[in-house]
């Protein structure tokens, strides 16, 4: 997984709440088997016009005007500020890797649902959580400052906006941090306990047998 | 000793070791698998050259691309055959404790065929790539949906990462209406709570409605806590729970069975266990409910009408409602009894279970869907529960009514195969998501009850399921 440490980047405002991951990926993208190639599929429904299908040459489709990332202003962008609840729905990872795939690093909203918020670790996006308040002003900024970028620095927990005036400051788990920063391997670092995993398993499985 | 939740006792029991802000390593005891979640999982396992570490833990089926119908012809789409293909083929490589691949009879929605063949048991951790795994918490295990990075955890360690939830009591009182079952119930409560209300939460359902209403009632609660934002909905052991699991081919037997069956009972919140929310439900003044927007916290009874934004102080709540009305199509005020309807879908995890089929048939008997419904389904669960309801003359039932009876899959819940809304379609669904596009791109979906889908096909347009009952 690539590291998270300080990025900088334009902000795309997303400004409706409840968005869930059918709308991130719509399912006719989840057949695939691979893991990469979503970005372009991302956020399907409203950002072409036309009915997307896997297998399709998206540079050749329609794209919808009025859907906030085919602005030219957010283009390139790689922080997406987003409304409460983002993320709700059905557990597919193919939610982060499509944002990942599209260029995104950090996504700011006040709040994420449980699955995906977890999901995000796990392909090296940083789900932030600020306060409606700050998530409001934020809106506010974006919208009035064409190109606003933020810098946002896992290590200090914190989001500067570029002039240096205001630093938004946010809470992760240490664990969490501890692996981002280091782009850590999950399962390495629990691979590390297989004797812990070992002992437990032949102590519950001899307890209890029927879990065999 | 202190008091603990069935939550506490079941997490607890789980937890190998931990981490110093609290990030338990918790041992995983069953771990389902389906096609879409888990081909990049079995290909990272083989890519770090690392074998799953208890295959025996595995129960995988084919559900979320598998055709309904033509099931001689195999399945035709080539990206989704691919995808079924991937998974025969890694089951094939790493094993597993009972695979029901597509086409065998046992085959059918992974959280239908859990706790139908007694993989499921209370007291498990079970976990899926799937977020309705919640559905086994009605077995007092600790069941939720994982991402695939997960997946090849699990696969890898056969353990995960993560932190304990909060805990929530939704205590429903009171005995339900005639006519209004466990989904109006569950549909309710997140009415009531939000779809982020279980956000952070491990929800257990309890009070003597929950007591009362069978496994599949209850599996349907649990199913949908997820659309309450929680990733766990759990219900305590009783004797019901027992009798279901009893028999079952993956369940113990004998002497095993005595044992076991002594530990289960042990599984409920002891009588003083603090719970960090507690919500209380009267389930005595529930009513049929119809979502009528693009979330299943946009709710009302069968007797509302549709919201009227301008009511709405909240300016982003407004612009929910406003979006969510432009979508599905509707007119603030409409009373939801006219809102006319195209295609019926009784199924999914939520819905597809014996009893839910029995409810909608009770409906159906000796009546036709109406002139303007152009396709109703039902399709079953499971291979067994097809079995059942033949061996009961459901089938014929619901096909003299009109209805197409299919093969067993996820099917229209979530349009992967054939099975979709076109484009300004309006839906009576027995599903669990009302989110745009879900059932198909342009599709409009309103959540209802098995019994309110029926009724709603026979009319051609929603309508309280109470008259039809009273009269039948």
């Known amino acids: ?212 | 000793m202190v008091s603990r939740t069935l939550y506490d006792k079941v997490f607890d029991s789980h937890v190998v070791r931990q981490e110093a802000d609290g990030t338990a390593l918790l041992y995983i005891d069953r771990h389902l698998v389906h096609e879409v979640t888990s081909p990049q999982a079995f290909e990272g396992l083989r890519l770090a050259g690392r074998k799953p570490w208890r295959a025996q833990s595995i129960v995988a089926t084919a559900d979320h691309n598998t055709p309904t119908k033509d099931w001689a012809l195999g399945i035709r789409d080539p990206v989704s055959r691919m995808q079924v293909e991937t998974l025969d083929a890694n089951i094939r490589a790493v094993g597993a404790k009972a695979y029901f691949p597509f086409l065998d009879r046992r085959q059918g929605i992974v959280h239908v065929i859990g706790p139908e063949s007694g993989a499921t048991l209370p007291g498990m951790t079970v976990v899926c790539g799937d977020s309705h795994t919640s559905t086994h918490g009605a077995f007092a295990a600790l069941a939720f949906g994982i991402g695939t990075s997960e997946v090849e955890h699990v696969l890898a360690t056969q353990c995960l990462l993560i932190k304990k939830a909060k805990s929530m009591l939704i205590r429903a009182r009171g005995k339900l209406p005639p006519g209004v079952t466990a989904k109006d119930l569950i549909l309710a409560i997140i009415g009531r709570i939000g779809t982020a209300g279980g956000t952070g939460y491990a929800i257990e359902f309890g009070g003597d409605t929950v007591r009362a209403l069978s496994m599949e009632g209850r599996m349907t609660m649990c199913n949908m806590s997820i659309e309450a934002g929680a990733r766990a909905g759990m219900i305590a052991v009783d004797e019901r729970t027992l009798n279901y699991i009893r028999g079952r081919p993956l369940a113990p037997a004998g002497e095993m069975w005595d044992r076991a069956a002594a530990h289960w009972r042990t599984l409920v919140s002891d009588p003083d266990a603090k719970f960090d929310l507690t919500h209380t439900i009267d389930a005595a003044t529930i009513q049929p409910q119809v979502t009528w927007g693009t979330s299943p916290e946009m709710v009302v009874s069968v007797e509302d009408r549709v919201p009227d934004p301008d009511r709405e102080r909240d300016p982003s709540r407004r612009d929910g409602i406003e979006r969510a009305l432009d979508y599905m199509g509707l007119t603030p005020n409409t009373p939801i009894t006219d809102i006319s309807i195209d295609k019926v879908f009784i199924g999914s995890c939520t819905n597809s279970r014996i009893e839910d089929l029995r409810q909608a048939a009770a409906i159906i008997r000796g009546r036709h869907i109406a002139d303007n419904i152009r396709l109703a389904l039902v399709v079953p669960g499971s291979g067994p529960v097809k079995a059942q309801a033949e061996s009961e003359g459901l089938d014929r039932v619901f096909r003299d009514a009109g209805f197409e009876w299919r093969e067993p899959g996820c099917s229209m819940c979530l349009a992967m195969n054939d099975d979709r809304l076109e484009p300004g379609e309006r839906c009576a669904s027995t599903s669990n998501r009302n989110f745009e596009g879900r059932q198909g791109a342009g599709g409009r979906t309103h959540l209802v009850s098995p019994a309110m889908a029926a009724a709603a096909a026979v009319a051609g347009h929603f309508v309280d399921v109470r008259r039809l009952v009273s009269r039948a």
């Open chain 1, 1 to 212: 997984m690539e590291p998270f440490r300080v990025h900088t980047g334009i902000v795309a405002p997303l400004d409706r709440a409840n968005v869930d991951t059918d709308a991130i990926i719509p399912k006719q993208f989840l057949k695939s088997i691979k893991r990469s190639g979503f970005g372009p599929n991302l956020f399907d429904a409203w950002r072409y016009l036309d009915r997307g299908e896997p297998g399709q040459d998206n540079s050749k489709r329609p794209k919808n005007p009025d859907f906030v990332l085919n602005h030219p202003r957010y283009q390139g962008a790689s922080i997406l500020l987003a409304r409460r609840n983002f993320g709700c729905g059905s557990s597919r990872e193919h939610a982060p890797w499509a944002l990942a795939d599209d260029g995104f690093r950090a996504l700011i909203a006040p709040s994420y649902a449980d699955i995906f918020y977890n999901n995000c670790f796990k392909n090296g996006l940083l789900p932030i959580v600020l306060t409606e308040s700050e998530v409001d002003r934020l809106f506010h900024a974006v919208k009035a400052f064409p190109g606003l970028r933020l810098t946002i620095d896992l290590e200090a927990q914190a989001v500067h906006t570029p002039d240096g005036q205001h630093a938004y400051r946010f809470d992760v788990d240490p664990f969490r941090k501890h692996c981002l920063l280091n782009g850590h391997d999950d399962i390495a670092l629990t691979l590390a306990h297989a004797d812990e995993i070992k002992a437990f398993e032949t102590k519950r499985l001899g307890e209890q047998p029927w879990l065999a």
